[in-house]
């Protein structure tokens, strides 16, 4: 058997090496193109991806819920800063009441409060600035309450928003109708009142 010459046989074993290169090279080709489809049909699956779902979840209500508990805290101080100020222009109102007007109040504070007391001698107070108010004929209206004996009508400096206060002679036994007193009394109705015309 006779093989050719030394550069002929070299030629044949180079020329069998690339053809096997090439088959080796269409097969991987053809491996990886079989591969990347079957990777563009799989799910992408990202290691603690419920983990990192469920967190990002939480952030995202923790965010809504902070940004939430800002507004209605903002809410809350802009619906106090206009209660306070509906309280400051009603009380300004109230002490501007004309002279007819403002008697008559005192007259109905001052027998409200003296229809609570017991049947004892009892002393009016009333705010020294509106002592005006207490002419004889208002006097008369406001000691006439069937029951009850008013032995003195004194001013006070200590009462400084209108309205009046009712006790016995010797103080151990009254009744607040001073409108700082109503005003802490009622609050609940008020700021109610006030709460509903705000969300209006």
């Known amino acids: 058997m006779q093989f050719g010459s030394i550069e002929a046989v070299v030629a044949a074993v180079q020329e069998d090496a690339n053809a096997e290169v090439e088959k080796i090279e269409r ?10 489809e079957e990777d563009q049909r799989l799910p992408v699956v990202v290691p603690d991806a419920e983990a990192r779902i469920s967190r990002a979840r939480r952030q995202a209500h ?11 805290q903002s809410a809350l101080k ?6 306070a100020q509906a309280m400051a222009e009603g009380q300004r109102r109230v002490l501007a009441l004309d002279v007819a007007t403002a008697r008559a109040d005192l007259v109905r504070l ?10 004892q001698t009892l002393e009016l107070l009333v705010s020294t600035a509106r ?5 004889a004929a ?30 016995t002679i010797d103080g151990r036994i ?10 802490r009394r009622f609050e609940s109705i008020w700021r109610a009142r006030l709460g509903e015309m705000w969300s209006v």
Do not use: F
């Open 27 to 36: 097969d991987l080709a053809a491996a990886i193109a079989r591969a990347r």
């Open 62 to 72: 923790d965010r809504i819920a902070a940004e939430e508990a800002a507004d209605h």
């Open 78 to 83: 802009d619906r106090e800063m206009w209660i």
């Open 110 to 119: 001052a027998r409200e409060a003296i229809d609570r007391m017991p049947d």
């Open 131 to 135: 002592a005006d108010l207490l002419d």
């Open 138 to 167: 208002t006097r008369d209206e406001i000691m006439a309450v069937p029951g009850k004996t008013i032995a003195r009508v004194t001013p006070s400096p200590n009462i400084d928003s209108g309205g009046c206060i009712v006790q």
């Open 174 to 183: 009254r009744y607040d109708n001073t409108y700082a007193a109503r005003c």
